[in-house]
């Protein structure tokens, strides 16, 4: 079974730092861009960040500065480094990769969500 397994959130005080990591598991076919995303509590779904095979980056602008994606191709993980955290960044973050399989075609596959809280 192909997922998505995301670990690394937790409790921080404002101004710290977390480190997501996600880890994609079984046997596709290909994986092209991967992200992460984030949904506060009374609010939608939002890109935080994506990068392509690549090493293409996308930010959203609240988090330009000071969020970093990054991905290690070979090992099919992708990592959020999260400094200068702020309570307004407190939400479950997803993990996402646009991946390929020779018996599904591409879709998307999200992660199980890891929950982060900045604490004021």
């Known amino acids: 079974q192909v997922q998505l397994v995301e670990s690394g959130g937790g409790l921080v005080q404002a101004g710290g730092s977390l480190r997501l990591s996600c880890a994609l598991s079984g046997s596709i076919f290909g994986i092209g861009v991967m992200g992460w995303y984030r949904q506060a509590p009374g609010k939608e779904r939002e890109l935080v960040a994506d990068i392509t095979t690549g090493d293409s980056t996308n930010y959203a602008d609240s988090v330009k500065g000071r969020f970093t994606i990054s991905r290690d191709n070979a090992k099919n993980l992708v990592y959020l480094q999260m400094n200068n955290l702020k309570p307004e960044d407190t939400a479950i973050y997803y993990c996402?990769?646009?991946?390929?399989?020779?018996?599904?075609?591409?879709?998307?596959?999200w992660g199980q969500g890891t929950q982060v809280t900045v604490s004021s």
């Open positions: 996402n990769a646009n991946v390929r399989s020779i018996v599904k075609g591409r879709y998307d596959l």
